[in-house]
């Protein structure tokens, strides 16, 4: 493979834990931290302004979703249509670039495309699709502009994972589960994924115990508040998935240096 799961860039290495199960107790191991659509607890979800603001507080890796337009661009938003997150209405797939463009997605974003993150931040990135078509775009993304060691590919759809996997054989792959997260282990290593993103909620010490005998990495979302963050390490994850900067913060400090509280989220008005 280019790069692994969630890979960091070198500077960032020292926090990262480099293999599947960490070599001491889990609370002296920094957990890798990923910015869930940004921060989406403090910033419009999904939009530059969020991307930049998680680079900025450090998060180790940046999460996204994609949809295609109309006309087939990789628009970054979570649900299928735009009411939610913007000023508008209606399905992404029936929306051209330049509809979607007049559109506020909080506090006056504007809904940005995968090109664009990509030029906004250096951080890696794991980019979720929703079905094959996206999956095949995006594919031609990452060939196109070399983006193989900074891009890992995830997804709850396998069929998307497989689509990718065809077009591209060596490009990480993660699957996420939230009520399925019991059979996750046994279905990211039968489609080539070196980790697994999971709910919390539904998460177990024997699943976590499965997925590292697999040599399968184990992150769970979304990990928002101290005691999420505790059970985490008592799990022994790999890293959590946060809405949060102080949460990313509190989860790269080795447990005894420094305490935390549970942070107020601030408003996120769009």
Not at 201 to 216: P, Q
């Amino acid at each position: 493979m280019r790069g692994a799961p969630g890979a960091v860039p070198a500077g960032r290495a020292a926090r990262v834990a480099a293999t599947a199960v960490p070599a001491e107790s889990e609370s002296a191991v920094p957990l890798l931290t990923v910015g869930h659509r940004g921060v989406m607890g403090v910033e419009p979800e999904n939009t530059l302004r969020s991307f930049v603001r998680a680079e900025r507080e450090g998060l180790d890796v940046l999460e996204l979703d994609l949809h295609l337009s109309s006309d087939g661009e990789l628009v970054v938003m979570h649900d299928a249509d735009v009411d939610r997150t913007t000023d508008g209405s209606g399905p992404i797939g029936g929306l051209t670039l330049a509809e979607l463009r007049r559109l506020d997605a909080g506090r006056g974003e504007r809904v940005p495309v995968f090109d664009e993150v990509v030029d906004a931040v250096s951080s890696p990135l794991q980019a979720e699709i929703k079905d094959r078509a996206a999956a095949r775009v995006l594919a031609e993304t990452i060939s196109k502009r070399d983006l193989h060691d900074r891009v890992t590919v995830i997804s709850f759809h396998a069929e998307a994972l497989r689509e990718t996997r065809e077009h591209l054989p060596e490009m990480p792959l993660v699957l996420v589960a939230g009520r399925s997260s019991p059979t996750a282990p046994e279905r990211a290593r039968e489609l080539g994924a070196g980790m697994v993103s999971l709910e919390l909620r539904h998460l177990e010490a024997d699943i976590v115990e499965r997925a590292h005998a697999a040599g399968i990495r184990v992150i769970s979302w979304t990990v928002n508040t101290e005691a999420e963050l505790a059970r985490a390490r008592e799990l022994g994850l790999d890293g959590v998935v946060t809405d949060l900067p102080a949460i990313g913060q509190a989860a790269r400090r080795p447990l005894g240096h420094g305490a935390h509280r549970d942070p107020a989220p601030e408003s996120t008005a769009s």
